[in-house]
């Protein structure tokens, strides 16, 4: 395998050639040079988009991409295309002799240097155009040309055989232009009058091409350089490390072939493999490549790497679950850092520990003591002064997200979390950091979310998946897709939130931690329509499966459970799900979670309480919750803690101040967009309008009026009830709505609701 020069690149030098002697007009300048550009690109320019061709062809060209890319094209003389013009040069190379003289001519297309000096003769056209010696393809010319140089004779003429068999597909074309041209063209000492008439000269020089026979292999190997092959793989590290996503099959069948070849192949497949082993979940396979790499670079570059070998090992032993395993390593890899003054590594892995220290608190407990990183305040102060210090802007927007959330997270002030949040926006546009965009507008998201404004939420999650979502990791792209289903299923559009869920690129569900945590999200989702719907029994078997796969994501380990608590609250059994709950708090509590998390399950106490018939029993936890959301502006929370609230004032008949509550705060909960929130504070509402009823006298126009805003208090509770489809809520305002006119002396209209209310209760059991 030659390192550096294939057929394809002589190739690509032939049309330069083209353009150089002015044979490519200006029409087709652009799309010829952009097609020539495209493959000498470094590594990182490739997009997401480039994936497909890649993976089949990696950084060569062939053939038949150099006709589509050349034949739409006229050439500068009249009758021919740029194609013909390329064909004739390829063929024009019709002897190991004549390669050679291609390679001589090669420097005549470069200015001279400024001192004068030049390895060419002085013969260049005067209206050939020159290249500059250091743009992208002067230093491509002068490469080629030097590697040339460097080629033992074996290798020279291996070059020559690979372009034998590169041009031979067009051999049919060229007879057409030159009929002259026969079986034997390729090599002009060759041709019917030359010295080797019974051809055993050919055939011990050529061997099976002297026949008009070659095998693919040759072919693809022989098109394929050690440069190319370390660009592929190094392409393939770069999108599996950023994206997120495993290699695609493609790619992993270009590779087991070339395995299998026995090619020399560079030891970066190696981490190629961890990376994909590692993303599959198959834990001793990336294990054994991740020592395998790092024991090949070790050899010759000493101890320069040691560190990222323990800090892999570190991710690879958090992913698998072995946690104490991955704290060791990554301790002893910032030992190592600090001790070879790496600082890159040394931030990255403090900011990993910082990151693993809020998913699994109880791992850190040792570092805690330690005081290696302090407060999570001082961690983040600390990080982001190191990463300015080291010009590592990626590294500081995430810092400055992490900020937005710890602030969030602790219900501190709002503004500090903008301005964390403007801080990272204004660093991603002026540092031009587009993987970081996707984390961006998830947090606006969120933080938009927590003050009660819906469709603004929504638009972040719509604006990363419609603009960015090509630059951005494939998990924040997952997480954004899940949270938009959920926004979904709160408005009660469940249909449109499991295709959303159904959206997902499947290529990036390859990879074990996504699929996984796309599986419980739509569980979870599905479970919640199973509860509205009345599917206890279907409900079950949903979160058994859940609790079978148990999940590392906190988030996930708190919505699994808040489900299991309202799955035993729709059966009835309230002592079961009050013992839950309270292990949930507890758990919160010593974790110091998501406030967010902690107001939410104190709230569900209190309605817990109500359900149970002592709502007054919850009338502390609802006021604490109130007063607690209220200062972290977690709106929402606050909209559901007055709801509760107002449950216990309807059981103490404080009916008025029940109503003027839950007046105030309706208009600003229902830009929430939630149904289920909206259903309860209606129903609310036209309780303490029916308890206003019934203490005013019969027959007076009060009641009539406080009559009617309970019917229509009902309506709007019904309507957001079957939104959602929850069978129980319907059936319940519909059972309400009955008895009001039951009591009015309606008995055509509470005939009709309880017709309806029966109709309700068949269409769920015919459901299920």
Known sequence: MSRHLTPSKIGLLALIRLYSDGDVPSSATIPILSFVISYLLPVHSRTSKDDESISQDGFTVSIQKLQSATIPYASAIPGRTVWDLLLKQLWTINSLDALHAFFTGLPLLLEKPLDGNTDASDDQKPDRMLFSRNSPLGAFIRRSQLEFTRLQFHDGSNLWKSLIIYRAPTLAVWKRRNPAAGPRSYDSNLQPDSFDSDGSLSYLVYGSLSSGTSKDGMLKHGNTSIDDMEKLLDYQVSRMQRPGNRVPQA???????????????????????????????????????????????????????????????????????CFSEAVTAMQETIATARENHDMPCLNYSLSWLYQFGRTHPEEMAEIQKKGVLGSEKEALSFLKAKAKESNMWTLLSTTLLSEAKLTLSNGDNVAQAFESIVKASHLNVTKNINEAYGGLMLMQSSIFDRLGVGCQAWSYCELLLQCYAGQSPSEDVIQTQCKSAYMLARKGRWEEAISRMDEVDHEALRTLRYQQFWTTNLGILKLRRHLHRDEL???????????????????????????????????????????????????????????????????????????????????????????????????????????????????????????????????????????????????CLADSHMGMAGQAKGGSMQRKEKLTKALEALDRAFEEFSRTEDIRGQCEMTAKKATIMHRNGDSVLANDCAAKYLDIKKAAKVQD
């Open 537 to 683: 029994d279907a409900g079950d078997h949903v979160l058994a499966q859940l609790q079978a796969a148990p999940t590392e994501v906190p988030e996930l380990q708190y919505n699994i459970s808040m489900v299991e608590i309202h799955l035993h609250m729709r059966r009835g059994d309230y002592t079961h799900a009050f013992s839950l709950l309270e292990q949930l708090l507890s758990d919160l509590n010593q974790q110091e979670a998501d406030i967010f998390q902690r107001l939410k399950a104190m709230i569900l106490k209190a309605r817990i309480y109500d359900e149970a018939g002592i709502p007054q029993k919850g009338f502390s936890v609802a006021m604490r919750a109130a007063s607690l959301a209220h200062r972290a502006r977690l709106l929402p929370v606050l909209w559901e803690a007055v709801g509760a609230i107002g449950r216990v004032l309807i059981s103490m008949k404080e009916f008025e101040a029940t109503v003027k509550l839950i007046e105030n705060v309706l208009p600003q909960a229902l830009e929430c967009e939630d149904c289920d929130l909206a259903a309860y504070l209606f129903s």
């Open 251 to 321: 790619m992993q069948s270009q590779l087991r072939a070339m395995a299998k070849s026995g090619l020399a192949i560079p030891s970066v497949a190696s981490y190629v493999h961890f990376l994909d082993a590692w993303k599959s979940g198959d834990y001793p396979s990336s294990f054994d490549s991740l020592h395998r790499y790092f024991d090949y670079t070790m050899q010759s570059r000493d101890r320069s790497l040691y560190q990222y070998a323990l800090l892999n090992l570190a991710i690879l032993q958090a992913d698998f679950g």
